[in-house]
Each structure stands twice: as C-alpha cells, then as structure tokens.
C-alpha cells in the first residue's frame, strides 16, 4: 500500500519522520487508521509550534494568527484479509483544528481552487496510478500559478510507501512539467 502526502507547509521533513516511525513501530495499514495517526501528532506539533498564536484572527487583538497548515493523504482502507479495499482521500486544515475532511469525488484541492477543479475535470481519470499523478499534480499547480499570484513557488511531491521510503518527482522533472506548460500556453496565443 501507498500513501501520497501533499503537504503544504514551509519544512515538514522533521513531522514526517515522526509520522512514518509511528506508523511502522505500530504497524498500523490502511488509510483511515494511519489518517488518524497524522491528525494526532499534527494537532500536538502545530500546537507546540505555534502555542502563542491565535487559531482565528481576531479583530483587535495584537496577536498574530497562526500560519496555514493544509495535508492531504490518500490512500486505500485494508480489508481483515489485508487487501486494499475503498481508496479515500483526507484533507486537514489546521484553522479546524485538523478535523479529517473526506473528497469521495478521486481527487481533494486545497488553496485556489476554482483553475484547479476546472483542470482536474478534465485531465483527472479513476484509472490513473500514483505515478501518472504526480505530474498531474504538478501540471496543476503549475497552471493555477500562472492563472493567480496568490498561488506559486517551489513545487515539491513525494510518494510515502509503506516501508517507510519515498519516491520524490525530481526537481528536472517538476520543471519539464512547467516548462512543456509555458511551450504549450505560447503555441496556443
């Protein structure tokens, strides 16, 4: 089994470990109960990191409200024989305290979202595996990028598998992606 992680979030690398030594010393599979664990060590390590900051701004008051934290993890529900059964994907938000929100529709957006559900209703199919997804994704990201300022920067995925390793689309990889997006925007003026 596989789980995707898209994390949105300045350096993560030191919750992911954490995350993924949890979930291999308790053996735990399937992708609810391995949501459950996220949501849990993501509410104790956004709490200690940001303890002195508000959830919610607060008209009037000098605190400054806490940074936007927003997961994504998919994956499959392991069935009592250990067979991947239903495929789910989870969103947490930290401004709802990480509280798991289920997308039953094959893929979650998160940010800016109106470019990007246009692009995945028509480039998303059920069929596709993890590694035809990973440059979708980055296709997206990209596209909505050059269609709103509010959205950009450094685009980074990584594939979780089970065993604990990762699989990251490269960097080259990532940027062929933007640059075939540029080609193809130019052909099309």
Not at 49 to 72: E, K, S
Request: charged share 20%; with cysteine.
């Amino acid at each position: 089994m596989s789980v995707l992680f898209w994390l949105e979030a300045a350096n993560l690398a030191m919750v992911m470990n954490e995350i993924s030594e949890k979930i291999r010393s308790s053996k735990i599979e399937g992708v609810t109960p391995i949501m459950g664990e996220i949501r849990k060590v993501l509410i104790e390590r956004y709490q200690e990191w940001f303890a002195g900051y508000q959830i919610m701004p607060v008209p009037g008051n000098p605190n400054p409200d806490r940074p936007t934290l927003v997961v994504l993890i998919a994956g499959y529900d392991i069935d009592s024989a250990g067979k991947p059964t239903i495929q789910k994907i989870y969103s947490f938000n930290c401004h709802f305290n990480f509280a798991p929100m289920l997308h039953d529709y094959g893929f979650a957006i998160e940010g800016v979202a109106q470019y990007a559900l246009y692009l995945l209703n028509r480039l998303y199919t059920p069929e596709s595996n993890v590694d035809k997804l990973l440059p979708l994704a980055a296709y997206v990201i990209s596209e909505t990028a050059n269609q709103d300022g509010k959205v950009g920067g450094p685009i980074q995925t990584i594939k979780i598998t089970s065993d604990g390793g990762g699989v990251t689309l490269s960097p080259e990889d990532i940027n062929n992606i933007v640059s075939s997006n540029t080609d193809r925007s130019k052909k099309l003026r």
